[in-house]
């Protein structure tokens, strides 16, 4: 039976999203394609016709995990954001959780398709957490983008160094509460330290 247009491309997505859990889980280079066809229900066969290669699938896979990363950044704050980053159920959910955190060392020595992947996703993301408290001054907003990009960078080692640790260990949640409260303490909203000023000068 043919497959209809609808069908194939059900299929394509239902096998990048096999492959972004898969790849978050074991690393890239810890699932053959062979396994993730399989994973995914379909036949080894039936990859080449849906991908040039598995770097393809790769680069795919990272853009499909970054974006529900950047769904949780929808709608709230930086620090609503970081509390839910750096919790332990996120630690714990390598599968389902961060791909940055997961297969950033991984994609540093992946094909350039694969590092741009994660390239455009950290620049989605930082637009996305910018869009909070927006500022007309270009000075703000570059000290808003600065910030949100060190909070982002912060947030992703710690969560790398957490699970590094063993699940028992006392480090493991050290690591996340001591660098959640410090990402925390360093955001303040974009042009409260000029009001303070101003308030003081006035006063």
């Known amino acids: 039976m043919k497959v209809t ?15 972004s859990r898969l790849f978050r889980e074991r690393g890239f280079d810890g699932v053959g394609v062979a396994d993730l066809m399989a994973a995914a229900g379909f036949t080894h066969g039936g990859f080449y016709k849906q991908f040039g290669s598995k770097a393809d699938l790769m680069a795919e896979a990272a853009a499909c995990g970054i974006a529900q990363t950047r769904a949780l950044a929808e709608g ?26 997961a297969l950033g060392a991984d994609a540093a020595r992946q094909p350039e398709s694969v590092r741009v992947a994660f390239q455009d996703g950290v620049e989605g993301l930082l637009a996305l957490l910018s869009q909070q408290g927006p500022s007309s001054d270009p000075a703000d907003a570059a000290q ?24 028992d260990s006392p480090l493991a949640d050290e690591i996340l509460a001591v660098c959640r409260d410090a990402i925390l303490g360093s955001q303040t909203l974009p042009g409260t330290d000029k009001a303070k000023a101003r308030k003081r000068t006035v006063g």
Request: overall charge positive; some cysteine.
């Open 5 to 19: 247009k609808a069908q194939a491309e059900a299929n394509r997505a239902l096998v990048v999203e096999t492959a």
């Open 76 to 101: 709230v704050d930086v620090s609503t954001f970081v509390r839910h980053y750096l919790s332990r159920e996120h630690r714990d959910s390598r599968a389902t959780g961060c791909t940055m955190a």
């Open 144 to 167: 808003a983008r600065a910030r949100n990009l060190d909070a982002l960078a912060h947030a992703v080692g710690a969560l790398v160094l957490s699970r590094a640790c063993p699940d």
